[in-house]
């Protein structure tokens, strides 16, 4: 008996949209497919992006080729140590016309939000963001100003050991429901991108695919997605392993798990499925997971990554017996 409420008209419309956004993406982003499918799936579960890694790979083309591919509103913010708070929020002006206070809208204001070195700013700056990307919204002077969906932050960031970049906080990174990392491309893309981008930007070719009201139902759509008892379990299980790994002090939130979740929903979307497959967290539990653990001290002097301790718990975690849906 079927429990999801995603319709197999709905599915194949789904898939043929975001089959059109996905080749738009990969006609400005050479050879990184995994990449630009990992993006997408985040932004049908109405989450957040971090893209990080070192200057000059394509962190922020992939956010404005993103852009670009879905007709919404975009702003760009370019993060530096002296930009303000209220640079992202926007600020109450007094306007001597009406003799009362006016709001100015921020940057933040916009359906694609693209954080450009989201670290070179200083932790107070970041922490403007965190109301915006969980409860999409805005507050100024004690008043509330919604953000119109879909709203995404895509935000970059340089390793943390590039000169003048600082640690984004604890309660930042959890907000962000993936990681990427661009990495450096293969030969033959890097000889594609040579022909590609070194007489022309192929960005200002690029043309919309789609638009906020399709995108918007797509995320509806994926909602319907079906998670299994037994599916929901093992995320939990994976979920709570981190909280109790001797290498880690501290695993991953409550958020991480809705994360997870909603990932892997548009994950089996975009594979034309109406159900999730353990496979789905599996693939899916370095990009949403990585980025909120923090290894101990001895995790660390035994040069102990992340990546090893998430592969350890994958591998000790127990999968449901069945593969199907249920």
Do not use: W
Request: with cysteine; proline share 7%.
């Amino acid at each position: 008996m079927t429990t999801t409420g995603l319709e197999p008209q709905a599915l194949a419309d789904l898939g043929r949209t975001t089959d059109r956004i996905r080749r738009a993406m990969e006609s400005v982003i050479e050879g990184k497919s995994e990449v630009v499918r990992t993006a997408l799936a985040v932004l049908l579960a109405q989450g957040h992006l971090l893209v990080e890694d070192v200057p000059g790979v394509g962190k922020t083309m992939l956010a404005k080729a993103m852009a670009r591919s879905i007709d919404c509103s975009v702003r760009r913010i370019q993060f530096t140590p002296d930009l303000l708070p209220s640079d992202i929020t926007g600020v109450s002006i007094y306007n001597s016309t009406d003799r009362d206070f006016e709001f100015k809208p921020g940057a933040v204001f916009a359906n694609v939000v693209v954080g450009d070195e989201i670290n070179r700013a200083s932790p107070k700056t970041q922490s403007a963001l965190l109301e915006c990307m969980e409860e999409r919204q805005v507050t100024v002077d004690g008043v509330t100003y919604p953000l119109e969906p879909p709203f995404i932050v895509v935000a970059t960031q340089n390793p943390i050991e590039m000169e003048g970049t600082y640690p984004l906080p604890e309660a930042q990174r959890d907000r962000f429901m993936a990681r990427v990392s661009m990495g450096y491309p293969s030969t033959a893309s890097e000889l594609d991108i040579l022909e590609s981008h070194g007489a022309s930007d192929p960005l200002a070719a690029l043309e919309p695919v789609a638009d906020a009201a399709t995108v918007r139902s797509l995320v509806a759509a994926v909602a319907g997605v079906h998670a299994s008892d037994p599916v929901r379990e093992y995320l939990i299980d994976l979920v709570s392993a981190t909280r109790s790994h001797p290498d880690l002090r501290l695993g991953a939130s409550p958020r991480a798990s809705l994360h997870l979740l909603r990932a892997a929903r548009a994950s089996a979307a975009l594979d034309g499925r109406d159900h999730v497959l353990p496979d789905d967290l599996q693939a899916l539990a370095e990009p949403v997971l990585a980025h909120r653990l923090l290894p101990t001290a001895d995790a660390q002097l035994a040069r102990r990554s992340v990546s090893d301790v998430l592969e350890d718990v994958l591998n000790r975690v127990p999968v449901p017996a069945s593969r199907t849906r249920g």
